[in-house]
């Protein structure tokens, strides 16, 4: 699987935590995202919340590489949950355009 820059992708940890973030570097050993949330199941489905909490949410994150476990992409509609909780934009699907 190839990394593209600024994309968002899921990353399993070798913990078990589950993060989303979007890539915007790509080292030999590690990667550096930027605002990383954490995927958590909850009754109403899953949540993102801050992946830390005492770090400064608006400054790019490193992930090592020894750390992960599984890189995928990221289901739809949690990118667009990840858009729309770290940008304030909600992203519009399968919108018709009405005539007549």
């Known amino acids: ?9 899921t990353f ?4 078990a935590d589950e ?3 979007k890539v915007v570097e790509e080292h ?7 605002q990383p949330l954490s995927a958590v ?9 801050y992946t830390v909490f ?3 949410p608006q400054e ?10 599984m890189v995928c992409f990221t289901r739809e509609e949690v990118s667009d949950h990840y858009l729309e ?3 304030g934009i909600k992203p519009v699907r399968n919108s018709k355009i009405l005539m007549g």
């Not at 399993?12 to 913990?15: A, E, H, P, R, V």
């Not at 199941?41 to 919340?49: A, D, M, N």
């Open 19 to 21: 993060v989303v973030a």
């Open 12 to 15: 399993k940890l070798s913990n």
């Open 60 to 69: 790019n994150a490193r992930i090592n590489k020894t750390a992960i476990a």
């Open 85 to 87: 909780a770290t940008t």
């Open 41 to 49: 199941p909850t009754e109403k489905g899953i949540q993102l919340i």
């Open 1 to 9: 699987m190839n990394i593209e820059i600024d994309k968002t992708y």
């Open 54 to 56: 005492t770090g400064n």
């Open 28 to 34: 030999p050993d590690h990667y550096v995202v930027s």
